[in-house]
């Protein structure tokens, strides 16, 4: 294999583990979040009020609640789709074309729609309890590129199963 | 399967063994083991000739059709 390819794997590998990472601390944060929602409210709820960023600051605290809860889903789906390119880019350097990364992307694949599905209800919460005009209400929603991901994931699943499914034809010639 | 390598055959009749022939085209061993039980999914034309030359044989006394009962 080409040394810039390697370079490019070792890269990848470090990339992705500085991605779970931060996938990790995103999870602290919501676990922080609903603790402090549980805690703490009634301090939050001043510092909500002032920040005039939520429509009725009274009832926000399930939603906020609900919210919390689908970006821990959509953060445990991260953890999955991370470890399996884990998966992937260590089978690259040696050999990618075998039927377990065709799976392996097809599954990425589906987590990618269960992303888009959870996108789906963080949007709708999102507007329904923030002004529009904030930041807060531009949250989740259907994602173009994320669809293109999906597309993305689904063909090179594809590839992959045509690829080993050649190399073992190959592999069986005499 | 319907196509048979008649390779043990063939060896059988010009009192070869599967190292020899190997030694002789350039083949491994394990590749002409594989031939030789029938779990080869496909074979080259290169292998054919070299073997074809080395035994004095048709393809056709290599591979045979049986049609699959």
Redesign the interface.
């Given at each position: 294999m080409p040394k810039d390819h390697s370079t490019l794997l070792g890269a990848t590998r470090g990339l992705l583990w500085l991605m779970l990472a931060l996938v990790a601390a995103a999870f602290l944060f919501v676990m922080a979040a609903a603790g402090a929602l549980v805690v703490i409210w009634p301090d939050i709820a001043v510092g909500v009020k002032d920040s005039e960023v939520f429509i009725d600051p009274a009832t926000i605290r399930p939603p906020l609640f609900a919210l919390l809860g689908i970006l821990a889903m959509v953060l445990a789906v991260a953890v999955f789709i991370l470890r399996k390119l884990q998966a992937l880019v260590a089978s690259a350097s040696s050999d990618p074309f075998i039927p377990a990364n065709a799976a392996r992307l097809r599954h990425i694949g589906w987590a990618l729609v269960a992303v888009q599905l959870l996108a789906l209800p963080l949007g709708s919460i999102a507007r329904s309890i923030a002004v529009p005009t904030s930041q807060f209400a531009d949250m989740g929603g259907i994602d173009l590129n994320g669809i293109l991901s999906i597309l993305l994931a689904f063909v090179l699943a594809a590839v992959f199963e045509r690829g080993a499914a050649m190399r073992?034809?190959l592999e069986?010639?005499? | 399967m319907a196509i048979v390598v008649k390779l043990d055959d063939l060896l059988h009749a010009k009192r070869m063994t599967l190292t020899d022939l190997s030694d002789r085209i350039g083949i491994t061993l394990a590749n002409l083991s594989i031939l030789k039980t029938g779990k080869a999914k496909a074979m080259r034309f290169s292998t054919l000739e070299a073997i074809c030359n080395e035994l004095e044989c048709q393809p056709g006394d290599l591979l045979v059709f049986e049609a699959d009962s």
């Open positions: 073992d034809e069986g010639t005499v | -």
